[in-house]
């Protein structure tokens, strides 16, 4: 059996990816930072269906407690790495604050687990980023998000010809709008109408539909499929 290691997987996108990596058969390690019970529900979940699942607490922009997450998932044969997080507004009203917050949250993270990846997955395994949308759709407001997602994507790319003579592929995920609590609910009123009316396929996406397209890059059918960034909008970008 194959054991996964998903970051960020107590909800969300995150939660999505270890349920489809857990249905196609591999043990998953559901990390989360401080909703253990949230955790716990996405391992009964798993476990429900007929899958194997432990929900392991690190924070993974701490290097210490990355190391002590994939120790506790021992041998990994997929990493997806889904931290993140997003602040927007005009490039020339951002703070020298918000610049260090956003690189070290995100960038810094991304580099940290990139890197302990190289080093801990098992030949013939699969790296996953998940990155954003933002990183081409470049607009107004999103400069200093999208740089740090965007510094993500680039390392996939050159990590993917490091590793390849080991049979590891190594990409990275753009997703769209999503239908998160952190969009619905949170993001500004009438923002899914508006990302609607802009997506080919007339929705946005749902958690399992990025599952999916990790699920795919992730299993056999994968193998031939490496440093690339997937644009997974339904068309909108």
Do not use: C
Request: charged content about 25%; cysteine-free.
């Amino acid at each position: 059996m194959r054991t996964a290691i998903v970051t960020g997987s107590s909800r969300g996108i995150g939660r999505a990816i270890a349920e489809r990596l857990a249905a196609d058969g591999a043990r998953v390690v559901v990390n989360y930072r401080d909703d253990a019970e949230a955790a716990a529900k996405v391992v009964r979940s798993i476990e429900e269906r007929g899958g194997e699942a432990v929900a392991v607490r690190a924070d993974v922009t701490d290097l210490a407690q990355l190391r002590r997450l994939f120790d506790a998932a021992g041998e990994v044969d997929v990493f997806v790495s889904n931290v993140g997080v997003a602040r927007f507004g005009p490039l020339a009203e951002v703070t020298d604050e918000q610049y260090d917050f956003l690189f070290e949250t995100n960038t810094r993270s991304t580099f940290y687990a990139l890197r302990e990846a190289a080093r801990r997955v098992r030949d013939h395994g699969r790296i996953v980023v998940i990155s954003s949308a933002v990183v081409v759709t470049n607009r107004p407001g999103t400069a200093l998000y999208a740089a740090t997602k965007a510094a993500g994507d680039q390392l996939v790319k050159v990590l993917a010809k490091e590793l390849g003579a080991r049979g590891i592929t190594v990409n990275s995920v753009l997703p769209g709008a999503v239908r998160t609590d952190a969009l619905v609910a949170d993001g500004p009123p009438g923002v899914v109408e508006r990302t609607i009316a802009q997506v080919p396929l007339g929705r946005i996406a749902e958690p399992s539909d990025i599952a999916d397209v990790v699920g795919f890059l992730a299993s056999p059918d994968g193998r031939w499929i490496t440093a690339q960034t997937l644009h997974a909008g339904g068309g909108q970008f």
